[in-house]
Nanobody, 115 residues
């Protein structure tokens, strides 16, 4: 099993920046990909960024957000620049395990962008 703990969520003004962190523990040797998802009130959870064999971004964050990983610290980061009010959401970390290991979610961290 893998445990994920996110941090870094905060209230920020439009145009500002934040960096989210997600630290993995447990069977981290089985992780082959990690990503960030978000869920705004009344909306479905959506992909923000994924780091695995390649890197993928949601269309609404391309050019503004950057995902990175530090495998020595079992940590994935999400650098968010030029934040907009529509980026307001709970941001969740997700880890994908090799083979039939499945995937795991963190509990989320709240990002609020004021206009």
């Amino acid at each position: 099993q893998v445990q994920l703990v996110e941090s870094g969520g905060a209230l920020v003004q439009s145009g500002g920046s934040l960096r989210l962190s997600c630290v993995a523990s447990g069977s981290t040797f089985s992780i082959y990909a990690m990503g960030w998802y978000r869920q705004a009130p009344g909306a479905e959870r959506e992909l923000v960024a994924l780091s695995g064999d390649d890197t993928k971004y949601g269309d609404s964050v391309k050019g503004r957000f950057t995902i990175s990983r530090d495998n020595t610290k079992n940590t994935v980061y999400l650098q968010m620049n030029s934040l907009k009010p529509e980026d307001t959401a709970v941001y969740y970390c997700r880890a994908y395990l090799r083979g039939s290991g499945g995937n795991y979610w963190g509990k989320g961290t709240l990002v609020t962008v004021s206009s």
